[in-house]
């Protein structure tokens, strides 16, 4: 994936609490995904997330980015460092506008709007409530 960009004033507020922005970002990722990252390394300057390490899947080094880039402050991630196995599926993002619904953008990708847990269950990390997302945010769409 290279450089994503995100919205930087926009996403989970983790900075401030007293800890440095790389700690913060690299216990959130640990707390979400557990030991499916390796050696995990966490850089943060000018907005910028550099992410290190070794993950299980391709699935798991895109919710690690979008975990760190859905963090307000953040404008973008490198994943340049981040490993995970070769899949030749090439993976969709979107960015929620203001308006949308995880049923709303199911029928725009699907052309059925029931399929919304699809999306949910792919960002299970990133989407905590399937009621509660916000403009800005940026989820994977899956392939059925």
């Not at 404008?75 to 899949?87: C, F, G, R, T, W």
Request: with cysteine; glycine share 10%; charged share 30%.
């Amino acid at each position: 994936m290279g450089l994503l960009g995100f919205m930087k004033n926009v996403g989970e507020a983790l900075f401030g609490k007293g800890k440095k922005e790389a700690d913060a970002i690299k216990d959130l990722l640990v707390q979400q995904m557990g030991d499916r990252i390796k050696n995990l390394q966490v850089d943060f300057k000018d907005g910028v997330v550099t992410l290190s390490g070794s993950c299980d899947s391709k699935a798991t080094k895109e919710k690690a980015v979008l975990l760190a880039g859905n963090v307000k402050g953040v404008s973008s991630v490198n994943d340049d460092q981040l490993v995970a196995p070769e899949d030749k599926e090439v993976t969709e993002f979107y960015t929620i506008q203001k308006g949308d619904t995880l049923s709303k953008i199911a029928k725009a990708y699907y052309g059925n709007a029931m399929k919304y847990p699809v999306i949910f269950e792919a960002n299970r990390e990133v989407i905590r409530d399937a009621n509660l997302i916000y403009p800005g945010q940026v989820i994977r769409i899956p392939k059925l």
